[in-house]
């Protein structure tokens, strides 16, 4: 094995702070939110959801067994690989689709409460690897 210290490093793939990157620009978005006082809540049964939204969401009902499987198989790497495909899922959402342009205010509350529920869970899952993520970069 090669250690690169330059890939160590990347915000692009399969590193760690591709994911910090991700909960940082999260973080700004929540601030953002706040900032023009978005309300973080919606009206569940008004949305028609983009197949990324449903994707993400898919992802966070994975969490719980997730975590269970890395502790029963010893396996860090689980929560690690599962965090990673989180990110990379919530970088396709955020190109995607629109979060503060969107003209229904109901859809962009309910992107903004998407994103803060994914800041949670990667802040979750790489405290249990012994990883902060930062709110800035």
């Known amino acids: 094995m090669l250690f690169n ?81 989180l990110a990379k899922e919530y970088n396709r959402f955020y190109a995607e689709v629109s979060i503060f342009n969107e003209p229904d205010l109901n859809c962009s509350q309910f992107r903004v409460v998407l994103s803060e529920q994914t800041a949670k869970i990667i802040k979750s899952g790489m405290g249990l690897l012994g990883i902060d993520v930062p709110d800035r970069m």
């Open 5 to 85: 210290p330059e890939e160590s490093i990347a915000f692009q793939g399969d590193t760690g702070p591709f994911i910090q990157y991700t909960h940082a620009r999260i973080s700004a978005i929540l601030r953002k939110a706040r900032a023009d006082e978005l309300s973080f809540e919606f009206e569940p049964g008004d949305l028609t959801l983009h197949p990324s939204e449903q994707a993400l969401i898919y992802l966070f009902d994975e969490y719980p067994g997730k975590i269970q499987s890395a502790a029963m198989d010893y396996t860090p790497s689980t929560i690690a690989q599962y965090i990673y495909e």
